[in-house]
């Protein structure tokens, strides 16, 4: 993941969330968010390559399955505590703190600018943009595949799920803090975000909620990276 990789979001106010989604992403509620940089696409199984070879870490749960193989597909097989090594890693490698993203950042990220648009391009159905790409897939596509929206991101439904920093409570947007929120202190399950290749219709609405045990492994399970503006030092 390199400084191209990577999109800075620059600071402000958006809506988070959706009435017409499940209990679990209402209320809407305004929320601030300050600048910082999010991956452009889904970590890569090249990317994450690098970071097993230099480092001995476990390899992905299913890199042994041609349907994950290629390079530039989104890694897949990865817990979050995975996910976390690795921007451990990308931090010590750059010297700048790469982090897993909020669920804040990820939708103030997904949305790019477009307040009440069901997707992250807008409200147009994907049987229309994407005719070919009904689910299920038989695998994750490769990243960049899709449109970009308005901060220049792909990928950021219907590719796979992407592990978020906070812990998950369904019923965190009644007491989440107006600025920032980074989740409950504590939990069993971490966020995830996004919709993902293997279901019936993998394209997920931008205020759509999921999570996961983060010891978890599971092969429509990837994730992005965030980390400081890139004006910043």
């Not at 090594?85 to 990220?109: D, F, I, V």
């Not at 449109?147 to 369904?170: I, K, Q, R, S, Y």
Request: with cysteine; glycine share 12%; charged share 20%.
């Amino acid at each position: 993941m390199t400084a191209d990789d990577l999109v800075l979001v620059p600071p402000g106010w958006f809506w988070m969330g959706s009435e017409a989604g499940t209990p679990a992403e209402r209320p809407r509620h305004r929320v601030w968010v300050d600048a910082y940089a999010i991956g452009r696409h889904p970590v890569t199984n090249a990317e994450y390559a690098a970071f097993v070879a230099a480092t001995d870490a476990t390899a992905p749960a299913f890199a042994g399955d041609p349907r994950f193989g290629h390079p530039d597909q989104p890694v897949v097989g990865i817990g979050w505590t995975d996910a976390l090594s690795y921007c451990r890693w990308l931090t010590a490698t750059t010297g700048r703190p790469h982090r897993l993203p909020t669920e804040a950042e990820w939708e103030r990220a997904a949305r790019g600018g477009l307040e009440d648009a069901r997707y992250p391009w807008g409200d147009l159905s994907p049987s229309v943009l994407f005719p070919g790409l009904r689910g299920p897939l038989p695998g994750p596509p490769k990243v960049g595949g899709g449109p970009t929206n308005g901060f220049g991101l792909t990928d950021l439904t219907g590719v796979v799920h992407e592990w978020c920093h906070d812990w998950h409570a369904d019923g965190y947007y009644l007491v989440s803090p107006a600025r920032n929120p980074a989740g409950p202190a504590v939990g069993t399950r971490r966020v995830s975000r996004g919709g993902a290749w293997r279901h019936q219709d993998p394209w997920s609405p931008v205020g759509h909620r999921s999570s996961l045990p983060p010891n978890l492994r599971y092969s429509d399970y990837g994730f992005r990276v965030a980390h400081a503006p890139l004006s910043s030092g």
